[in-house]
């Protein structure tokens, strides 16, 4: 209402006045009536770029309605900053854009854009953003299920803003590792930093905090059974961030209360709150809440035996969830197709051109002496030239294309999208899938230069191409230092599981072997393995940037077979256990809890059983 009441009487001292107050004042909420007020403001274009800047920095942080404009915001303010060489506001725009791309699902240049803002908090000696931007990376990977990531960067995070005096920031990163810290079932070591951070939060009056705390104390509280502690903590959460407006929040804490209502197969509450969550989600755009929300109602619906809502819900989960992939390679693949197309059609311009100098060449042919005649004999075996030339490399590029695609597709599916420019899914009920990743990868990555990076992950994915390629089984993709694979398809087959779990073991040896012999000290990794048998649909994603995935229940639990493995272990489910248990010794781990999932059954894999043969 202030800045609504000044701007009649604007002038340039008005204006500086204005943001002078907004300088000297911490924002932590935002506030979309600020946003509107600031608008009138940008629009006179009559600031000078101290001022603008400030500016700038106010709108991208408030805009909460139109998250596109607060990204341009923010792009603005990270120009300006850099033709002024202002590295504080330079860290305050990178830390913009990464906040918004966050919400948005767009991780990759969330991630980018925090570790951009880090060198420029530095540079400004700006301690509290350093801490500030830490703790947004461990939000990033906390969102995307990088546990070891997550933790290392917020214990960085809270270590730097303890050397500081800002009480909120050091109360935020102790309330997000806390959150990071239950969902790794540390609930003691979560429970200690909520409390930390709810006195924190209560002595500066600060009730999104307060809320944050509430609920996700009533998070850690429902993972222990004590449901009805959970529901109060939570419910007054959600009351607190609704008067705040804070629908990121809400729609997540309303799906926790879908969860402790779901294990209480109390449906149609459960229903209630998952719907809620959706909806918020989908007005909002928060693609993540959306994706979570989708697969809640999915089994929601499936447990109430509901099939067609149950897979209508499902397929706009797999939507949302592909929406935040990462398809570089694919997007390689495509743009060597396009250059392909475009060197195809120059060719046929350049003949042409060259058939209506032969015509020229062969009227004036008709009137001129010997001399024109040889010229134009030159002339054609020129053209024989160019022409034989641009076919063979028409040709080498089409062999180019053609190969790269079959390193990319299964050759049935590559065959498929040659012939008709589509592939169709298919369901298979009998697939093994497998997952693998490598402990301590981030940390090894931040000390690493990326030509030695990338020399490290090619040594292991080359030989675990070759090791599946052994077995017939099929390479699905790699993400980061994430390694996927499946066998039983795109031929259906009986032995995949057996194959699958010998791939596991060439897998384990050949890194214990690179770890035990390395005499040149190369970067060696531990790893660890998981294996799920099911039912999964393939497909090809996309029209253009295209790649060949597979989807289902049994991927998401061979996902969960990984993460809950140890290290040097190959992790399997109860499915793929009663497949192979005649072959293999294997180790009963017991019943251990997986979100979403409940208590699942898990294997270790010790070995063949004596006398096995394969």
Same mark, same amino acid.
């Given at each position: 209402?202030?800045?609504?009441?000044?701007? +009649? #009487?604007?002038?340039?001292?008005? @204006?500086?006045?204005?943001?002078?107050?907004?300088?000297?004042?911490?924002?932590?909420?935002?506030?979309q009536k600020v946003a509107d007020s600031l608008v009138k403001i940008y629009k006179t274009k009559k600031l000078n770029n101290s001022e603008k800047m400030e500016l700038l920095?106010?709108?991208?942080?408030?805009?909460?309605?139109?998250?596109?404009?607060?990204?341009?915001?923010?792009?603005?303010?990270?120009?300006?900053?850099?033709?002024?060489?202002?590295?504080?506001?330079?860290?305050?725009?990178?830390?913009?854009? +990464?906040?918004?791309?966050?919400?948005? +699902?767009?991780?990759?240049?969330?991630?980018?854009?925090?570790?951009?803002?880090?060198?420029?908090?530095?540079?400004?000696?700006?301690?509290?953003?350093?801490?500030?931007?830490?703790?947004?990376?461990?939000?990033?990977?906390?969102?995307?299920?990088?546990?070891?990531?997550?933790?290392?960067?917020?214990?960085?995070?809270?270590?730097?803003?303890?050397?500081?005096?800002?009480?909120?920031?050091?109360?935020?990163?102790?309330?997000?590792?806390?959150?990071?810290?239950?969902?790794?079932?540390?609930?003691?070591?979560a429970l200690n930093y909520f409390n930390e951070a709810g006195t924190i939060f209560k002595k500066e009056n600060y009730l999104i905090g307060i809320a944050y705390t509430l609920?996700?104390?009533?998070?850690?509280?429902?993972?222990?059974?004590?449901?009805?502690?959970?529901?109060?903590?939570?419910?007054?959460?959600?009351?607190?961030?609704?008067?705040?407006?804070? #629908?990121? +929040?809400?729609?997540?804490?309303?799906?926790?209360?879908?969860?402790?209502?779901?294990?209480?197969?109390?449906?149609?509450?459960?229903?209630?709150?998952?719907?809620?969550?959706?909806?918020?989600?989908?007005?909002? *755009?928060?693609?993540?809440?959306?994706?979570?929300?989708?697969?809640?109602?999915?089994?929601?619906?499936?447990?109430?035996?509901?099939?067609?809502?149950?897979?209508?819900?499902?397929?706009?989960?797999?939507?949302?969830?592909?929406?935040?992939?990462?398809?570089?390679?694919?997007?390689?693949?495509?743009?060597?197709?396009?250059?392909?197309?475009?060197?195809?059609?120059?060719?046929?311009?350049?003949?042409?051109?060259?058939?209506?100098?032969?015509?020229?060449?062969?009227?004036?042919?008709?009137?001129?002496?010997? /001399?024109?005649?040889?010229?134009?004999?030159?002339?054609?075996?020129?053209?024989?030239?160019?022409?034989?030339?641009?076919?063979?490399?028409?040709?080498?590029?089409?062999?180019?294309?053609?190969?790269?695609?079959?390193?990319?597709?299964? %050759? %049935?599916?590559?065959?498929?999208?040659?012939?008709?420019?589509? /592939?169709?899914?298919?369901?298979?009920?009998?697939?093994?899938?497998?997952?693998?990743?490598?402990? *301590?990868?981030?940390?090894?990555?931040? $000390?690493?230069?990326?030509?030695?990076?990338?020399?490290?992950?090619?040594?292991?994915?080359?030989?675990?191409?070759?090791?599946?390629?052994?077995?017939?089984?099929?390479?699905?993709?790699?993400?980061?230092?994430?390694?996927?694979?499946?066998?039983?398809?795109?031929?259906?087959?009986?032995?995949?599981?057996?194959?699958?779990?010998?791939?596991?073991?060439?897998?384990?040896?050949?890194?214990?072997?690179?770890?035990?012999?390395?005499?040149?000290?190369?970067?060696?990794?531990?790893?660890? @393995?998981?294996? $799920?048998?099911?039912?999964?649909?393939?497909?090809?994603?996309?029209?253009?940037?295209?790649?060949?995935?597979?989807? *289902?229940?049994?991927?998401?639990?061979?996902?969960?077979?990984?993460?809950?493995?140890?290290?040097?272990?190959?992790?399997?489910?109860?499915?793929?256990?009663?497949?192979?248990?005649?072959?293999?010794?294997?180790?009963?781990?017991?019943?251990?809890?997986?979100?979403n999932r409940g208590m699942m059954k898990m294997y270790f894999v010790n070995g063949a059983k004596e006398g096995m043969k394969f």
């Amino acid at each position: 209402m202030i800045v609504k009441r000044l701007f +009649g #009487y604007f002038t340039n001292i008005v @204006i500086y006045l204005i943001l002078l107050f907004f300088q000297q004042s911490v924002v932590f909420a935002q506030d979309q009536k600020v946003a509107d007020s600031l608008v009138k403001i940008y629009k006179t274009k009559k600031l000078n770029n101290s001022e603008k800047m400030e500016l700038l920095r106010n709108l991208s942080f408030n805009e909460s309605n139109n998250l596109e404009l607060s990204l341009k915001y923010a792009e603005e303010l990270i120009a300006l900053s850099k033709a002024e060489k202002n590295y504080l506001y330079l860290y305050r725009g990178y830390s913009q854009k +990464g906040n918004k791309n966050r919400i948005i +699902g767009n991780f990759n240049i969330a991630l980018d854009s925090y570790f951009k803002s880090i060198d420029a908090a530095a540079k400004a000696e700006y301690v509290i953003g350093e801490g500030m931007s830490y703790m947004f990376i461990a939000d990033v990977y906390s969102t995307m299920g990088s546990k070891e990531n997550a933790e290392l960067y917020y214990d960085k995070a809270i270590k730097i803003l303890r050397r500081t005096t800002n009480r909120l920031s050091l109360a935020t990163a102790l309330l997000n590792a806390g959150d990071e810290y239950s969902k790794n079932l540390k609930f003691n070591l979560a429970l200690n930093y909520f409390n930390e951070a709810g006195t924190i939060f209560k002595k500066e009056n600060y009730l999104i905090g307060i809320a944050y705390t509430l609920g996700n104390k009533g998070m850690v509280f429902a993972k222990q059974g004590n449901d009805e502690l959970a529901i109060k903590n939570i419910s007054e959460a959600i009351s607190i961030l609704e008067k705040q407006e804070d #629908y990121y +929040g809400i729609s997540d804490y309303l799906l926790y209360m879908s969860d402790i209502y779901f294990k209480r197969k109390e449906w149609k509450s459960a229903l209630d709150y998952a719907k809620r969550s959706l909806d918020i989600a989908q007005k909002q *755009g928060l693609k993540d809440q959306v994706q979570k929300s989708s697969l809640i109602l999915s089994e929601l619906y499936q447990q109430a035996g509901n099939i067609p809502e149950s897979f209508t819900y499902y397929k706009k989960y797999i939507t949302y969830r592909d929406s935040v992939r990462n398809l570089e390679e694919v997007e390689k693949m495509g743009n060597l197709r396009t250059n392909f197309e475009v060197s195809k059609k120059q060719a046929e311009v350049d003949l042409m051109i060259q058939q209506k100098r032969t015509q020229k060449i062969i009227a004036i042919s008709s009137i001129v002496s010997l /001399v024109l005649v040889f010229l134009l004999a030159i002339g054609l075996f020129r053209r024989y030239r160019f022409i034989k030339k641009t076919n063979s490399i028409i040709e080498e590029e089409r062999k180019r294309s053609d190969t790269l695609l079959l390193n990319i597709l299964p %050759e %049935e599916t590559a065959l498929e999208l040659k012939e008709s420019g589509k /592939v169709v899914a298919k369901r298979f009920e009998s697939v093994t899938v497998l997952f693998t990743d490598f402990e *301590g990868f981030t940390q090894y990555a931040e $000390n690493l230069s990326p030509e030695k990076l990338v020399e490290s992950v090619d040594y292991y994915f080359s030989k675990f191409d070759a090791i599946i390629e052994k077995y017939d089984l099929e390479k699905i993709k790699t993400l980061g230092d994430s390694y996927m694979c499946a066998g039983g398809l795109p031929f259906p087959t009986e032995d995949h599981a057996y194959k699958m779990i010998l791939v596991a073991q060439e897998i384990l040896e050949f890194v214990q072997h690179s770890n035990r012999e390395n005499p040149l000290n190369h970067t060696r990794f531990n790893i660890r @393995i998981g294996i $799920n048998t099911g039912p999964v649909v393939a497909g090809v994603v996309g029209t253009k940037k295209f790649a060949y995935d597979i989807w *289902g229940d049994t991927v998401n639990i061979a996902s969960r077979m990984e993460s809950n493995s140890a290290r040097g272990k190959i992790n399997i489910s109860e499915n793929t256990f009663a497949i192979i248990k005649d072959s293999f010794d294997c180790e009963y781990r017991g019943e251990v809890e997986v979100k979403n999932r409940g208590m699942m059954k898990m294997y270790f894999v010790n070995g063949a059983k004596e006398g096995m043969k394969f």
